[in-house]
């Protein structure tokens, strides 16, 4: 287990221009894979036993000049089609699109603004102060456990005026989200691209349309329509007079449940976990004022629920898209285990160079960050960015390295033996057991395995300990 962590950390060591850089990178990921609470690189030094000395050097780190996320991106992407388990449908590898949002409280925070807080929990207020993050997540594993592994988490709103003095294109939201697709897809090959109804959207397909004609068939994209959703039939055959149709006559899709439901096909498909009993059928329409791209359109019934399904895959069937889209909450499962087992998104990276967040800001009054003006206020501000982003992106690597280790190692070992569960645990454990698993035998596999890297990393920055201590582990 510890070898097969040691190789793919040791697979990201071109991306550092300084050793020292490498191996806290090397530190920091292994500590998000045991430590035992959330609070900070604090746990990392705690949970590995490290010299408090080495604080100061890991907070650096994340400042640090040495490494850049682009080259770490790029290469956990290779890691991940080199080693995980891809999960596909109709040949195709499965990617995930979704948004999560974490409240600060932090003043001098980047990015950070008012929204709107989608939840039917009454525990959680309307509006929050936050910064907003998109996600791409890959789906791994096999017919016993399906797992999304965090790919690219960053931050996708708030950073106008960020992009503005590095020179890059500020793009909403959904258009950055399906960029990143593209970008993960090019090492994973055919992939269909799971995104919820929100991102069905006129500047969405468009930008699908311009990276298509660069990478035909790339990328394929999943969604879910809004029940008030209009398409249009085929235009009519043009008979040489007058402009030529480039629509036909409008359908309200919802309505088709009604007026076809008896053309409906009954199956047993294997939707959130389990056969469910569903009804379908599928049309290719036009969608999208002015635009009239041609999708497949599935309407689904299934447990008195009625949903419309979209398809960018004309000849994909109408079983695949639904299982594909059943698919989709499986990112939700990783935001969830991302924040409160690995505590991904507990970071507190801030500088006083952001102007003091004002809670009571008018809507249309300008971007605090776009009345900075000093160049040395500038880059403290996208350091701070940069610092924060990988921080996430270590912590999307552990929870990565921690699922493989679950899909490749956890059907040997028993839960019972080491961590109570009050009910019966599945084959293939989950990442909270193996965090723990791995967080109470981390030294005794160290000690055994003294000549791998990893374990000389870790051991050269902790307090030196006894020889009767090294005994008893090794025993």
């Known amino acids: 287990m510890l070898k097969f962590i040691s190789e793919i950390l040791l697979s990201f060591s071109s991306c550092f221009s300084r050793t020292a850089a490498f191996e806290y990178f090397v530190i920091l990921v292994t500590g998000f894979m045991v430590r035992s609470d959330s609070l900070g690189v604090t746990s990392v030094i705690r949970d590995l036993a490290l010299n408090p000395k080495v604080y100061p050097c890991l907070i650096h780190f994340f400042h640090a000049s040495a490494w850049e996320w682009d080259t770490i991106f790029y290469q956990w992407l290779k890691t991940t089609a080199r080693h995980a388990p891809l999960h596909r449908i109709s040949g195709r590898a499965v990617l995930i699109g979704d948004g999560t949002k974490r409240a600060v409280d932090g003043k001098y925070m980047p990015c950070t603004k008012k929204m709107v807080q989608e939840s039917e929990s009454v525990s959680k207020q309307e509006f929050i102060h936050g910064q907003f993050f998109g996600a791409v997540g890959l789906l791994i594993g096999n017919l016993t456990k399906i797992f999304c592994m965090p790919l690219s988490i960053q931050i996708h709103d708030g950073d106008k005026a960020i992009c503005g003095w590095e020179g890059d294109e500020s793009v909403s939201h959904v258009v950055q989200m399906l960029r990143d697709g593209f970008r993960a897809a090019r090492y994973f090959g055919r992939c269909l691209f799971v995104l919820d109804r929100y991102f069905l959207t006129v500047p969405m397909l468009e930008e699908w349309q311009n990276e298509s004609k660069q990478h035909p068939d790339l990328i394929h994209v999943i969604t879910r329509a809004k029940k008030n959703c209009t398409a249009y039939e085929q235009p009519e055959e043009y008979k040489g007079r007058g402009r030529r149709p480039v629509k036909g006559k409008a359908v309200h899709v919802h309505e088709r449940f009604h007026s076809a439901g008896a053309s409906f096909t009954s199956a047993e498909l294997p939707m959130y976990g389990g056969n469910k009993e569903a009804r379908y059928q599928s049309w290719i329409y036009l969608w999208g004022q002015k635009l009239y791209q041609p999708l497949r359109f599935v309407l689904v019934e299934y447990e008195a629920k009625q949903v419309i399904l979209v398809s960018t895959d004309l000849t994909m069937s109408a079983e695949d898209i639904i299982i594909a889209y059943a698919c989709r909450f499986k990112i939700e499962t990783m935001f969830r285990e991302f924040k409160q087992q690995f505590g991904g998104l507990f970071y507190h990276f801030w500088t006083k160079a952001v102007p003091k967040l004002d809670r009571y800001r008018r809507k249309n009054s300008p971007a605090p960050l776009s ?31 921690i699922q493989m280790l679950c899909l490749n190692y956890g059907d040997k070992l028993s839960v019972s033996s080491f961590r109570y569960l009050r009910t019966s645990s599945q084959q293939v454990m989950a ?45």
């Open 431 to 475: 990442e909270a057991s193996m965090i723990k698993y791995l967080g109470r035998n981390l030294f005794r596999f160290m000690a055994q395995q003294d000549g791998l890297t990893i374990t000389k990393i870790i051991f050269s920055r902790q307090i030196p300990a006894k020889q009767e201590d090294f005994d008893r582990l090794v025993s």
């Open 371 to 401: 009345l900075v003006k000093d160049t040395e206020e500038r880059a403290r501000i996208i350091r701070t960015l940069k610092a924060t982003e990988g921080y996430v992106l270590l912590a999307s690597i552990a929870m990565g390295i």
